[in-house]
């Protein structure tokens, strides 16, 4: 759940919501460069290297800390391949898994020097016949798939993700008539992973399909490494999913001589539990059968319990010393109706003014974030291994939204 460091310390969340208005996105620091570390001791010995998905927040300021941790890049598209260049990140750090990319996308890439992981039989062989190509990574579909839901399971059959596995040796094949080496394989089974052995599994299946490339360099197994959302659930332990995965690595490395680097490639995991949402209650009303918390934010600015029906933790940090002895839902200022943020959730009696912390909001908050309704962004604040606090995003305001949104739209009064 949240950071221990934040939940210890509501009187400061309550400064901070003073200082800088609500709704704010807080991130700690500290725990940010613990959970690197810890990623990285787990597989202590053997050639493991680390890229951190920046969809999950691809705040510079905290890419900036995962980058200084010695991690990589996980990116999805040419946007955040440009994004992590400007913060430093070297090319040969960027993993790029495309989607559906365009013909652009893919020469920026190219000319870029980054690592290109193709998922479709067809866009490899756009990319087989640009002159100026050599090798590239190719997406695997395992057919085992997992996710906290079904939006995020990216592994079953019929996903859109991946080259079908009886389509390999033909990719292959086609490749190399076109002068391209397969150094690479990669495979992402989903987000939020319910069931570890899935993805032992689907390393077997990509340890497998790799013996059949003479070329390969990189073995990538993909992230969705989960977190506890709810108070009541076991942490996923990276130390028990690394005894697992070890034999495995150490039989394929054994079996070419060491001369294999493997990836994973963690977001949600490293951090969704440093960050927190901040929201003031400006409305308490009772409908009856339901009581609602009105708050200055919505699903605008936190997607996933309305795209994912996901649940986090609900902390009144205004009376985190009271009982909690009410029931409330906490609903946002977004005009729909499925603008819930919790359900049903058990917190001292609250009043208008308090303060909310939504946890474990690190990970897809501000990356998901949109102006919906025509609304700000929450501003974002970094607290740092000393205990002091850096605005790293200053929140709009209203005249600024709509000035920038009329100059975006090429209006002015005489269009």
């Known amino acids: 759940m949240l950071s221990p460091k934040l939940i210890a310390s509501p009187q400061k969340l309550s400064e901070l919501a003073n200082a800088y208005g609500t709704p704010l996105y807080v991130y700690d620091s500290t725990l940010l460069r613990e959970r690197c570390n810890k990623l990285k001791k787990a597989f202590d010995g053997l050639p493991v290297s680390w890229l951190y998905a920046i969809k999950a927040n691809d705040n510079p300021h905290v890419l900036k800390i995962v980058r200084e941790q010695g991690f990589g890049f996980d990116t999805v598209s040419f946007e955040e391949v440009l994004l992590s260049l400007k913060v430093g990140q070297q090319p040969g750090q960027i993993f790029y898994t495309e989607n559906n990319m365009t013909d652009e996308e893919m020469l920026a890439a190219v000319q870029a020097g980054v690592i290109l992981n193709i998922g479709s039989f067809s866009r490899l062989e756009q990319f087989a016949k640009l002159p100026q190509t050599e090798e590239c990574s190719i997406r695997v579909n395992p057919q085992i798939g997992d996710g906290h839901h079904a939006k995020v399971d990216t592994g079953n059959r019929d996903s859109k993700f ?14 190399s008539d076109h002068g391209v080496k397969i150094t690479g394989i990669h495979i992402h089974i989903g987000s939020g992973i319910q069931r570890p052995q899935n993805l032992t599994q689907a390393m077997k299946v990509l340890l497998d399909i790799g013996r059949e490339l003479p070329d390969l360099k990189r073995i990538n197994f993909g992230g969705g490494f989960p977190i506890p959302y709810r108070e009541d659930e076991i942490p996923f332990s990276i130390e028990e999913f690394a005894e697992a995965a070890k034999p495995i690595l150490l039989e394929e490395l054994e079996r070419r001589n060491g001369d294999l680097v493997y990836h994973f490639e963690p977001g949600r ?40 029906e996901s649940y986090h933790a609900v902390v009144n940090v205004t009376r985190a010393e009271e009982e909690s002895t009410d029931e409330y ?37 501000m990356t998901m974030a949109s102006n919906y309704n025509r609304r700000s962004l929450p501003s974002e604040v970094l607290i740092d291994d000393d205990g002091s606090v850096r605005l790293i995003r200053e929140r709009e305001s209203a005249e600024a939204i709509v000035s920038r949104f009329l100059k975006d739209s090429f209006y002015s009064d005489n269009s």
């Open 162 to 175: 991946g080259i079908r596995l009886d389509l390999i040796p033909e990719a292959v094949k086609m490749a």
């Open 269 to 308: 995991w490293i951090v969704a539990p440093t960050g927190l949402l901040l929201t003031r209650v400006n409305t308490v009303k009772d409908q009856g059968r339901i009581t609602f918390l009105g708050t200055d934010t919505g699903f605008n600015h936190l997607l996933r319990p309305a795209l994912y």
């Open 329 to 365: 839902s906490i609903a946002g200022n977004i005009c729909e109706t499925g603008d819930i943020l919790g359900e049903d959730r058990k917190l001292p009696k609250t009043e208008s003014g308090d303060i909310l912390a939504l946890c474990d909001a690190g990970a897809y908050g």
